[in-house]
């Protein structure tokens, strides 16, 4: 299962360097470059997907354009659910806020 086994990695890359912090930044750099370059590389990033009918981190063509195409992950019964659940939670959590939104009259500038 996917979830299962990037859940640790973090953990895992604390425990061999001490930190994640240069990570970060090298995933930026990928990112970076393959819109400045046109590379057109498949990197895990957020963003819409029809299927789901909200932005979740799945497989994205990354070229100048920005994201050119996403590609669909095939998934077992138990990792469809968890990813069904992980989208009522985010649409949740959209909806909260945006009732807060509504009562306050907006976000504060």
Same mark, same amino acid.
């Given at each position: 299962?996917?979830?299962?086994?990037?859940?640790?990695?973090?953990h $895992?890359?604390? /425990?061999?360097?001490g930190a994640?912090?240069?990570?970060i930044?090298?995933? @930026?750099?990928?990112?970076? $470059?393959?819109?400045?370059?046109?590379? /057109?590389?498949? /990197?895990? @990033?957020? =963003?819409?997907q029809d299927?789901?009918? =909200? =932005?979740l981190?799945?497989?994205? @063509?990354?070229g /100048?354009?920005?994201i050119?195409?996403?590609?669909?992950v095939p998934?077992?019964?138990?990792?469809r659910?968890?990813? $069904?659940? =992980?989208?009522q939670?985010?649409?949740?959590?959209?909806?909260?806020?945006?009732g807060?939104e509504?009562?306050?009259?907006?976000?504060p500038?």
């Open positions: 299962m996917i979830a299962a086994a990037v859940k640790d990695k973090a $895992e890359i604390i /425990r061999a360097k994640t912090s240069f990570g930044a090298a995933v @930026v750099t990928l990112l970076c $470059e393959s819109i400045l370059f046109d590379q /057109r590389q498949i /990197r895990p @990033v957020s =963003c819409w299927s789901w009918g =909200c =932005c981190s799945m497989p994205a @063509v990354i /100048r354009q920005g050119l195409s996403t590609i669909t998934l077992d019964g138990e990792e659910e968890a990813l $069904e659940l =992980c989208k939670s985010i649409k949740g959590i959209i909806e909260s806020v945006s807060i509504s009562m306050e009259g907006g976000l500038s």
